[in-house]
T-cell receptor
């Protein structure tokens, strides 16, 4: 069965710091990978997704993620975070057309 | 509509009562999910509908939970004899197909008192 691990549950950064949130999945076959974001008081939104092709995926608001198949990873990155990036971030995997499985989420707090 | 619509947005119910939550997916979206998000926890998969296929009910926590969907339209999630541990935000999401890229509704916050 597929599973998703997010290793950082709570991250605190100062504005302009660089961000990398870890995500690892377990499934040996073809996967679709996603990052979702939930801003305070709002519902989940799709940040970016990987289906195939270029393993470096660009998303909204300057976020990107790199799919490294050999490491079963899909880490989320942003070179310089802003206070408005304070949110909870969820990694998700959809393998072999099974249901989408979400990680437990990472709460990001950006300090002005 | 433009997005996934869920109703009610908030529901407070007494322990032991039944509740029904509604989800209107984006028109044309064949896939529909229900998730639950308890306070301080991640997303918990409940049930998945894909077109006319039999739904994947593997995430339903007990037989008090059930869900229906007519074709590719509205879905209702029913919780019978609610318990305090059922308190959570219930999220619905829909997608064009099973490959993902889901659009989420704003959720129903259920509080069982």
């Amino acid at each position: 069965a597929q599973s998703v691990s997010q290793h950082n549950h709570h991250v605190i950064l100062s504005e302009a710091a660089s961000l990398e949130l870890g995500c690892n999945y377990s499934y040996g076959g073809t996967v679709n990978l996603f990052w979702y974001v939930q801003y305070p008081g709002q519902h989940l939104q799709l940040l970016l997704k990987y289906f195939s092709g270029d393993p470096l995926v660009k998303g909204i608001k300057g976020f990107e993620a790199e799919f490294i198949k050999s490491k079963f990873s899909f880490n989320l990155r942003k070179p310089s975070v802003q206070w408005s990036d304070t949110a909870e971030y969820f990694c998700a995997v959809n393998a072999g057309y099974q249901k989408v499985t979400f990680g437990i989420g990472t709460k990001l707090q950006v300090i002005p | 509509g433009a997005g996934v619509s869920q109703s009610p947005s908030n529901k407070v119910t007494e322990k032991g009562k039944d509740v029904e939550l509604r989800c209107d997916p984006i028109s044309g979206h064949t896939a529909l999910y229900w998730y639950r998000q308890r306070l301080g926890q991640g997303l918990e998969f409940l049930i998945y509908f894909q077109g006319n296929s039999a739904p994947d009910k593997s995430g339903l926590p007990s037989d008090r939970f059930s869900a229906e969907r007519t074709g590719e339209s509205v879905s209702t999630l029913t919780i019978q004899r609610t318990q305090q541990e059922d308190s959570a935000v219930y999220l619905c999401a829909s997608s064009l197909d099973r490959a993902g890229g889901y659009t989420f509704g704003s959720g129903t916050r259920l509080t069982v008192v």
